[in-house]
């Protein structure tokens, strides 16, 4: 499976951006539709933070900070999942990586190593 992100940006603060996630390479034993897709970010000097996920039946997970300005989604017969950003503020610079994995618990959504196939990231910068 490889996953590649793209959408980043440069925005001003209070902005928008919609960051896409392509998967391919699925076999029909495992098709998208049964991962779970996060987004993660990391921003220089700090590590790397859980965002939001969305599972295979739809049910989504945000961090607090996001909680009301992005939303996760995801279309299973195009293999992509999205995050769109809105209100976005400084602090959400960071570069933005997606992940899917098979079979995650809910326990374990926001656990980066949770996850199997990673995204080569995309830059988002906010600037104020």
């Known amino acids: 499976v490889q996953l590649q992100a793209s959408g980043g940006g440069l925005v001003q603060a209070g902005g928008s951006l919609r960051l896409s996630c392509a998967s391919s390479?699925?076999?029909?034993?495992?098709?998208?539709?049964?991962?779970?897709m996060g987004w993660f970010r990391q921003a220089p000097g700090k590590e790397r933070e859980f965002v939001a996920a969305?599972?295979?039946?739809?049910?989504?997970v945000y961090t607090d900070s996001v909680k009301g300005r992005f939303t996760i989604s995801r279309d299973n017969a195009l293999n992509t999942g999205y995050l769109e950003m809105n209100t976005l503020k400084a602090d959400d610079t960071a570069v933005y990586y997606c992940?899917?994995?098979?079979?995650?618990?809910?326990?374990?959504?926001?656990?980066?190593?949770?996850?199997?196939?990673w995204g080569q990231g995309t830059q988002v910068t906010v600037s104020s």
């Open positions: 992940a899917a994995g098979d079979g995650i618990i809910l326990s374990s959504i926001r656990r980066a190593g949770a996850y199997t196939y």
């Open positions: 390479g699925h076999t029909s034993g495992r098709s998208f539709s049964s991962y779970t």
């Open positions: 969305i599972r295979y039946n739809r049910h989504t």
